[in-house]
C-alpha cells in the first residue's frame, strides 16, 4: 500500500508568489496532519483535519497559509503571498483516528523562498 | 503543559556500541501515548513505536528495546549493538488527552551518529 503521498518534493519560488503543496493521505486514514520543519522551531503542527474538516488550525502562523482538503484522499496547504521566513520542510501526515494512532509522514516538501 | 524533553541533542557511538536515547514528558493528563519516531538523512519520518499510558511493559523489537517509567515520566529507548544506518535524528512524541487530541508534541530530536 502506497504511503503518503507529497508534491512538490522541492520548491524554490521568490517572495511574494504564491506556494500549493499537495498530499495525499493513506487510503482509509481518516486524519491528515499538516507540519512545518526549521532547525529554529522543530516540527510544529499547522493544522489537522479529522473527515475532511479542520479541527485545529491554531498552529497557522498567519492569515498567508491556508489548508484545504476537499475530499478524503486530497489536501492542499497554500502559502499566499510567501516570504522568506517561509523556508522550511512541510510535512503531511495521516492517521486512522487522531489522537489514537500513529501518524504515518510523508517524504516532505522542501520550500525555499528567495 | 504538554512538554517532551530529550535533553541529549547528539550523540556520536562507534558501530555495535548501546546506545540509550533519552525521552522525558510532561502532562497533567492520566491518558495519553508517547512515541518514537526515526528521520534519516533521507528526510522522511519513521514510525518507530506507540505506548499508552497505561501499558508499562518495555517492549523490544530487534535490536531497539523501549523503557517507559511513568513514575519518572520517561520513556527511553535503546538500541543495541549499534549500526551506520541507525544515524539518524530520532524524536519523541506525546498526544495528551485534555489538549487537543490531533496534536503530536514532539522533542528536540536527539542526531544519533553511528561511526564504523
Known amino acids: 500500500d502506497a504511503g503518503v503521498i507529497q508534491s512538490p518534493r522541492h520548491e524554490v519560488t521568490e517572495m511574494g508568489q504564491e506556494v500549493t503543496l499537495r498530499c495525499k493521505p493513506i487510503?482509509?486514514?481518516?486524519?491528515l496532519f499538516w507540519y512545518r520543519q526549521t532547525m529554529m522551531r522543530g516540527l510544529e503542527l499547522l493544522i489537522y483535519?479529522?473527515?475532511?474538516?479542520?479541527?485545529?488550525d491554531s498552529g497557522m502562523p498567519e492569515d498567508r497559509f491556508s489548508a484545504k482538503m476537499p475530499n478524503a484522499s486530497f489536501s492542499t496547504l497554500k502559502i499566499q503571498p510567501s516570504e522568506p521566513r517561509d523556508s522550511a520542510v512541510y510535512f503531511c501526515?495521516?492517521?486512522?483516528?487522531?489522537?489514537?494512532?500513529?501518524?504515518?509522514f510523508g517524504p516532505g516538501t522542501r520550500l525555499t523562498v528567495t | 503543559a504538554q512538554k517532551v524533553t530529550q535533553a541529549q541533542t547528539e550523540i556520536s557511538v562507534v558501530e555495535k556500541e548501546d546506545v540509550t536515547l533519552d525521552c522525558v514528558y510532561e502532562?497533567?493528563?492520566?491518558?495519553?501515548?508517547l512515541f518514537w519516531y526515526k528521520q534519516p538523512p533521507s528526510g522522511e519520518l519513521v514510525f518507530l513505536i506507540r505506548?499508552?499510558?497505561?501499558?508499562?511493559q518495555n517492549e523490544i523489537s530487534g535490536r531497539y528495546s523501549w523503557n517507559f517509567q511513568k513514575s519518572t515520566s520517561s520513556f527511553n529507548f535503546t538500541i543495541t549493538a549499534s549500526q551506520v544506518v541507525d544515524s539518524a535524528v530520532y524524536f519523541c512524541?506525546?498526544?495528551?488527552?485534555?489538549?487537543?487530541?490531533?496534536?503530536?508534541?514532539f522533542g528536540k530530536g536527539t542526531k544519533l551518529s553511528v561511526k564504523p
Open positions: 501526515a495521516s492517521s486512522e483516528s487522531a489522537g489514537l494512532y500513529e501518524q504515518y
Open positions: 487510503s482509509g486514514h481518516n486524519s
Open positions: 483535519f479529522n473527515n475532511n474538516v479542520p479541527i485545529d
Open positions: 502532562t497533567r493528563d492520566t491518558t495519553y501515548y
Open positions: 505506548r499508552n499510558s497505561f501499558d508499562e
Open positions: 512524541a506525546l498526544i495528551s488527552y485534555g489538549g487537543s487530541q490531533g496534536n503530536l508534541i
